[in-house]
Every structure is written in structure tokens, then in C-alpha cells.
């Protein structure tokens, strides 16, 4: 099979995408981002700021506002690296981390990836039931597993048309329902005064949104890494920190005002009483741009996946194949667990997904530094891929340091339901781990590389 073969699947998987292959624009970057935050996990996440944190909607939703705007910034910091280096996320982490000791971070990301596989479709499934009971939630699990998958495996390309035209979708459906709303006068003259303002429950709500913006760090230069290397930092950066700000913070704030009116906590239930007759097209909207969302974490898990095998069989080319394969892995892996598995364990799993976002943390600070603050962006991508790790090594011992200071400077401040340190729990369940984990790894790992090259008299490139 070659690629005139087959034009629409992409053959390209872990290695340097060449100049000539190069394509598409800081625009395409925004309408993806913008398309996969509008989705009904925005909803119940925006949600917890009125029922978890007991917020009024109007510091709910200053929270929520300034959670996103913060998150997003770090998330799309990493935006950049594709066009400049032109590989995926967790290929570019050899270059702090080392070959093998960027293994164990990939290993995490799998795990993600196929978590909020599971999750997404299973949101999908009981969502459509919901509005539609004849339907089978099975069905409509492996439906959008399906559509997912199928989109994954034609890759690249048209993942960023799917999401230029989820683009769409997302925005009919946040204007259906933020105009039904209004047209109904489904919220009720006293919404404003609902809920009380406390400074733990500002900072979690703080915290919640722009957790749930750096999540999507390991995806990010998965998604520009074919954008041609004039693109630039800036357009790359602003057109991703546009699409997920614009397309999470409204859905956040229609969640804030569904967690005021939802008395047992069930917000998808409130916004489909809200909604009326409208409530059916308005979840088959969601649940078309579920799809697409599905298709990102797939194929996002699909190159973590390589990524690791690679790391132990550096002389192994993987190809059309190998994309092909690892594809079906992570949709039957997701999709599997979210219809065999009881919805407890499938909560039980997110939460485990939640703490290990304190892994995350550390990691995002020691690759932002290291790529603005110490190679400026230069990097030998070659060594990338050798057997030895060329000049970065098999183990950085300086980044690993950094990261485990940082994983555990965190531990008192996380806040999950497996786990409340006791800061996070004086605190009234507000994570503050990520702020922490920032603080602390920036500046250590900055001053850990001068140390280093101020001792060897090497200078990074």
C-alpha cells in the first residue's frame, strides 16, 4: 500500500514530518481547540464551582473565566514546538527528560489518553439515552467509539477538517442554548443571589478550570507538528490559547448556571429541563463533537503508544500500520471500559487520572523552561531517536530530579477523591498543586541546567 494508494490516510507517525509535507495554518489550530471544548464534560466540569464549591454564578464565574484564561497559557505554550520541531509531544520530551526517562510520563499519557477515550464515550452513551430512552446506551457508546476511531485512523488531516467543522456545530449548539434559555426565561429572577462567596471555594473553582486546561498539554504539538516552521510561536500559540478558551469558558458558565439550578446535582438533567423541547438537538450536538473529541484522544494515544514502544526498539520504523494498529488498541481499550466496566469503577479510574495530573504539572514546567528558557528552541532532533539518546542521553538526571521535587511539593495541596492532602483539605478541597508545582519546578529546573553547564562549560543546542 502506498500513499497514492490510499491519499486520505496519513502514513506519517513519530518521526520529523519533512518541510514538503508541511502544511495548514495557526487558524486550523484555533477551530480544532475551539470544537473540543464544547462538550458535555466542559458542562459538569464548569458546573463544580456552583455545586461543589457553593459559589454564587457571578464569582463563579469570575473564577472560572480567569481559570481557563491562566490554564490555557501554559497548555498552549507548547503550541509552538511543533512547527519549529515538527514531532509529536512526548518525542519532543526526550530532549529534557532522555530517552528512558521520558518513558515513565509517556506511560501516564497512555493511561490519559485512554481514560477520557473511556469517558468521553460513555458521556456519549448515557447522554443520548437520556433524551432518547429506546435507545440502547451500548449502542451509542460504540457507536461514537466507532466514528472516533474511524476518524483517528485516517489521521492528521482529517482530524483538523473534522474539527473545523465541529467549529460549527459547537457554535450553533452554545447559540441554541444560551437562546432557548433566554427565550424560555428558563433561569429563574433570583439565580444571582444562589450560593456565597468564600476565597477556598474561588480558588477551587480557580483551579478546577485551569487543571482542566493543562490536561491537554501532552496533545498539543501532536496537533501543529505538520504546520509549516514560518508559522511562528506566536500565531501558533494564540491561535490554540483562542480556540480552547473560547470554546471552554462559555460551556464552563452555562455549567455554572445549571449546577444553580440542579438541586440533586444532576446538570445535564437541569439544562435538559431547561431546554425543553430543544434538549434533544442540543445533546445530538454535543454528542457529534464528542466524536471528534474521541478521535483526538485516540489518536493522540496511538503516538504515546508508539512513542513507548520506540523508546526500547529504537531501530523500529513504525508506519501506516503500526498507526493503524495502536489505533484500534486504545478505541477497544476505551471503548471497552466504557461499556463492560460499572459506572463506579469508571469514576473511580477519572479520579486516578485526576491525581496523576500532579505528574503532568512538573513536566510541563521543566519543557516550557527547557524550551524557551534554556535551547531557545533549538534542539537536535535527530538525537531524538538514537539508540543512546544522542546528546540528550538515555537519562537526564537533572530533569528527573526537578520532577520529583515537583511531584512531591504537590502531594499536601492535591485535592481528589482517591486523595486530599492536608493543606487541600484546610483548604476546603481547593487544589492548589498546580500553582505549586509551577512555582516550585520553574526556577529549580532553570537553576539545576545553569548549575550543570556553568560545571561542564557545555551550553545547550
Known sequence: MTQSDVSYLEHDTIYPIPPERRHGTAGHLFALWFGANVRLLTLVTGSLATTSFHLGFVSAACALVLGNVVGAVFMAAHAAQGPRLGVPQMIQSR???????????????????????????????????????????????????????????????????????????????????????????????????????????????????????????????????????RTGAAPAFWGTWGGVVAGAVPLMLLGALMGVLAADGDVVGALTRSLGAFAA????????????????????GMLASITLLQTFAPDWRPGLRARVGFCIFIAVLGIGMAIGAQADFLHSYMNFLFLLLCVLIPWTAINLVDYYLIHHG?????????????????????????????????????????????????????DLSWIVGLVVVSPLYYGLCRLEQARSGHQPG
Request: charged letters at 10%; hydrophobic letters at 50%.
Open 281 to 300: 438537538p442540543a445533546i445530538v450536538l454535543l454528542t457529534v463533537t464528542l466524536a471528534c473529541c474521541g478521535a483526538i484522544d485516540i489518536y493522540g
Open 95 to 229: 530532549g529534557q527528560f532522555g530517552t528512558y526517562g521520558s518513558a515513565l510520563v509517556t506511560v501516564v499519557v497512555v493511561m490519559m489518553y485512554t481514560g477520557y477515550t473511556a469517558s468521553n464515550a460513555a458521556v456519549a452513551g448515557r447522554s443520548i439515552h437520556g433524551a432518547f430512552p429506546s435507545v440502547a446506551t451500548p449502542a451509542i457508546i460504540a457507536l461514537v467509539g466507532a466514528v472516533a476511531l474511524a476518524i483517528a485512523i485516517m489521521g492528521h488531516d482529517i482530524i483538523h477538517r473534522c474539527g473545523r467543522v465541529t467549529t460549527v456545530v459547537a457554535a450553533a449548539t452554545l447559540v441554541l442554548c444560551f437562546g432557548v434559555l433566554v427565550a424560555r426565561h428558563a433561569l429563574p429572577g433570583d439565580i444571582l443571589m444562589h450560593g456565597t462567596y468564600s476565597t477556598q471555594g474561588f480558588l477551587g473553582a480557580l483551579s478546577v478550570a485551569a487543571l482542566w486546561q493543562i490536561s491537554y498539554a501532552p496533545y498539543v504539538s501532536d496537533y501543529s507538528r505538520y504546520l509549516p516552521q
Open 378 to 430: 533549538e534542539y537536535d532532533v535527530a538525537s531524538f531517536f538514537k539508540r543512546d539518546g544522542g546528546i540528550y542521553g538515555r537519562i537526564n538526571i537533572t530533569a528527573l530530579i526537578a520532577y520529583v521535587v515537583g511531584v512531591a511539593v504537590q502531594m499536601p495541596f492535591v485535592a481528589t477523591d482517591l486523595y486530599t492532602g492536608p493543606i487541600a483539605r484546610a483548604l476546603g478541597g481547593a
